[in-house]
């Protein structure tokens, strides 16, 4: 017998109001806020229980102590971070709107990303020293957030402090432009000082020539949301273009909580690879790019060695 559409609906919100919990911490959990959370603090989150596990009988709440629990569930459900994504109602528009912790991606000032333009000489920028070696690269896709986990004791040296890589991210299109020019992708090295303070390295990666290392960079790339790619020793110090003059500016992280008040260093020089490896990341996220910021009158300087 064909079923009435109406009734289909209607079995449709009942289904989805059972599982309504489980529904919100999965959405969280794809969302990438583990990520942002990750490069705001410098540490690898926790592995957390598949979102398909169902709870055991032991683990129900007894009738009895049904009221206690739902003010039980109340409490954790008010605690999880709302998921975010970059479409719709979800999309870089609305993030300040879908969490307290998330006020500062509504923020007029401070923001990134930025389009380079109207740049400075400073001949005061020292070079960018730089301490990587060969390190494993954990490499997950949650939602449109591509991320990998850097292993080992790598850091950057700048103006005499430093700062310790512990994950690189990978956006398509570029975050960053180069007046109103955005590239292909864009690779994002996450660093964070013994003090606290955040440093972005970043590079524009445009359709070109053969690049061995980073080939094998997005060849590793997850298949799927939930996956997770595992590529031992990589050359990281391959990333680097030989060009390493580089823009700066003060801004934040960006991807929730947005996060004020990150060093961001964007190579002038672009790393190649051929279309083919760029389509990769192209076809598992689409977009993950957070539109344009205003400059609000931020100095943005260039290095000259």
Known sequence: MKMDQGLAWMLAFLIAG??????????????????AIMIAAGTEPTPSPSPSTSPSPSDSPSPSASGDA???FEKINAAMPAAWGYLGSQGPRYWN?????????????GQSPIDLDNTKMDPKLKPIA??????????????????ATVSGDNFVEIEGDRYNLHSISIHT???HQLQSVPYE???????????????????????????????????????????????????????????????????????????????????????????????????LVVNNSRPLQKTSGRHITRSNR
């Open 18 to 35: 059972t599982g309504g919990s489980a529904f919100y911490w999965w959405a969280s959990y794809i969302s990438g806020e583990k990520h």
């Open 70 to 72: 739902h003010q039980s």
């Open 97 to 109: 709107r879908l969490d307290p912790a998330y006020r500062e991606c509504g923020a007029v000032r």
């Open 130 to 147: 730089f301490n990587y070696r060969d390190s494993n690269l954990v490499t997950t896709l949650r939602g449109q957030e591509i991320l």
């Open 173 to 175: 299109p570029s975050e």
């Open 185 to 283: 992708l864009e690779l994002q090295l996450n660093h964070r000082s013994p003090s606290g303070e955040l440093a972005v390295i970043a590079m524009f990666v445009a359709a070109g020539s053969r690049n061995e290392d980073l080939e094998l960079m997005l060849a590793s790339l997850p298949k799927g949301d939930g996956d997770e790619r595992e590529l031992a020793g990589f050359p990281l110090m391959k990333l680097i273009p030989k060009k390493r003059t580089y823009f700066h500016y003060k801004g934040s992280l960006t991807t929730p909580p947005c996060t004020g008040n990150v060093a961001w260093y964007v190579f002038t020089t672009s790393i190649e690879a051929p279309t083919r490896d760029i389509e990769r990341a192209v076809r």
